[in-house]
């Protein structure tokens, strides 16, 4: 039986109470793949992210992530909690008065007090040569950096507390094919290499999605359009999805 | 003559009324209008910035510590305040004594210049000029960094990452802002009287014993109390209010303008409002717990 990292129950979000952004999702992301989340602009992407981050509060509709309900628990739990769940923001979302090294430092300065600063540092450049950063980048700020070598950052960040749950929110805006490519293949290597932990990727990047994903799921106008492997959306006789799809691989 | 000449512009007055008594009175309601939702704002925001203030500072006592960003923060507002606060506490200084002397001089009593500035200076002066330099200095730049780290999801990566962000950002600026506060207070004090003192002694004249000795019998230290408890509270709602301003911006680039503008603005207001209740508040202190007649 397939095991579910994260669990949505009938998501509902309105932010002035009467248009809902999300309206009644139900979705099921499984343990240990790569499921991308796509769709049109506008269809309520990042805010679910955001939700599943427990950034945002539900309108109504319950989230379980490992079982666990954000929302039910106290402030220190759910900051204990998060430790979990490793983000690479659209641009990175690197502290701009830090390095590149003390960004990846910084939750293992918080969260692993029992390390002596030598061995987190050594985490750190471990975890920036994983993300494939140059050393010579390492003492960079994030303005001295291009936007590939921020991302890099940002993953190297991401992956410091080893999280159980890797999110990605729009990893490939803003950046040429090359990179785009680039980015692409370092989300596959990083699933790979942290055997056993979940990968969700928000994107509107067709092919990236059907290149990295092992489970599809598209949203429209704040629902669930379709969900499954990459075959069933090629099989999907949903017009919407077929226009998405032929829409996605003409421009790309 | 002057009969059909006022009656003519009688009723052009009252044509003018007719056509245009719609749009007078629209206008009229608009000016009224924006002047009540202009001062019910200003009091909705100063009550959201106390509460996101004080629900803030409480945090500062919860584990883990965050006491090497309050020595941080101390050291942006106040160190680095240092400079600016004399050279303001300096000048008002000078301004200051030389215009009571030119008016204590009308009635011969120049005698009392020095307690009059060093009253002026300790009461009202250095916690308000105080209050008014670092909130434009120190606030501005605690508004234009949380919204900046907001906008550009810098907030929200250190709320993943498992930080409590308002114990992380906001509660060790509040409390660095209320310490180095009645600090800065301390040195414009000082600062001005020194000047004023030299002004007087070394240019006007004044014998330097009869000014420092007035002072000295006029001022009591609850006048420099005083002035330091005012600052600290300044300290604390141009804190409050500015990272308030700024750890709620949207917006992009414009939202960060607008939450430094409006921090900055909304403190300077503030700051020279809550002075007049302080004051009356610590002399009603003062009359209630016997320490002044």
Same mark, same amino acid.
């Given at each position: 039986?397939?095991?579910?990292? &994260? ?140 936007? #590939? ?24 805006? #803003? ?78 | ?270 700051? &020279? ?21």
């Amino acid at each position: 039986m397939m095991e579910v990292a &994260i669990d949505i129950q009938n998501l509902r979000k309105s932010f002035d109470g009467k248009d809902f952004v999300l309206n009644g999702i139900n979705l099921t992301i499984p343990k240990g793949k790569i499921t991308v989340i796509i769709g049109f602009s506008g269809t309520g992407k990042s805010v679910l992210l955001k939700h599943i981050l427990g950034l945002i509060r539900p309108t109504s509709g319950n989230i379980q992530i490992l079982g666990r309900d954000l929302w039910s628990m106290e402030q220190k739990e759910i900051n204990l909690f998060r430790r979990k769940m490793g983000v690479l923001f659209q641009y990175a979302a690197l502290f701009d008065d830090m390095t590149a090294l003390e960004n990846v430092c910084f939750p293992l300065r918080e969260h692993r007090r029992d390390l002596k600063l030598k061995e987190i540092v050594d985490i750190a450049m471990n975890k920036l040569k994983v993300s494939g950063l140059d050393q010579k980048h390492f003492n960079k700020i994030p303005s001295e950096m291009s936007g #590939g070598m921020r991302k890099r950052v940002g993953l190297a960040r991401a992956l410091a507390l080893d999280p159980e749950i890797l999110l990605y929110d729009e990893p490939t805006t #803003g950046l040429d094919p090359i990179l785009t490519e680039m980015v692409d293949h370092l989300i596959k290597e990083t699933h790979h290499v942290h055997t056993g932990s979940t990968t969700v990727v928000v994107s509107h990047d067709l092919f990236a999605a059907f290149s990295i994903g092992e489970h599809i799921v598209m949203l429209d106008k704040g629902t669930v359009l379709l969900s499954g492997t990459p075959d069933v959306f090629r099989n999907s006789d949903i017009e919407l999805v077929q226009r998405f799809l032929a829409k996605g691989f003409k421009t790309g | 003559m002057a009969t059909p000449y006022f009656r003519r512009k009688k009723d052009e007055m009252l044509s003018w009324w007719k056509t245009n008594r719609l749009e007078f009175n629209r206008k009229l309601d608009q000016f009224f209008g924006s002047l009540v939702y202009g001062l019910s704002q200003l009091f909705f925001e100063t009550g959201q910035a106390f509460l996101f203030g004080t629900q803030s500072i409480r945090l500062i006592f919860q584990k883990p510590s965050r006491w090497d960003e309050v020595l941080r923060h101390m050291e942006f507002i106040g160190n680095k305040s240092v400079i600016i606060i004399c050279l303001t506490g300096g000048f008002t200084g000078l301004a200051l004594s030389y215009q009571i002397y030119l008016g204590f001089k009308l009635v011969n009593a120049t005698n009392l210049v020095g307690p009059t500035v060093a009253l002026g200076i300790t009461r009202e002066l250095g916690p308000v000029l105080t209050g008014l330099i670092v909130a434009a200095r120190a606030g501005g730049a605690m508004a234009a960094r949380l919204g900046t780290m907001r906008v550009s999801e810098q907030i929200d990566a250190l709320e993943v990452m498992g930080f409590d962000s308002k114990q992380y950002l906001v509660a060790p600026r509040i409390l660095a802002a209320f310490v180095s506060m009645p600090l800065l207070c301390a040195v414009f004090d000082f600062v001005a009287m020194v000047s004023a003192g030299l002004l007087c002694v070394k240019v006007l004249g004044i014998d330097e014993a009869i000014f420092w000795d007035k002072i000295q019998q006029w001022i009591e230290p609850g006048d420099i109390y005083q002035g330091m408890v005012k600052a600290a509270f300044f300290g604390l709602t141009f804190a409050s209010i500015c990272t308030n301003k700024g750890y709620f911006a949207k917006g992009g680039a414009k939202g960060v303008g607008e939450a430094t503008n409006q921090g900055v603005v909304n403190s300077m207001v503030l700051v &020279i409002i809550s002075n007049y209740f302080l004051t009356n508040l610590i002399r009603f202190f003062y009359v209630i717990t016997g320490l002044r007649s």
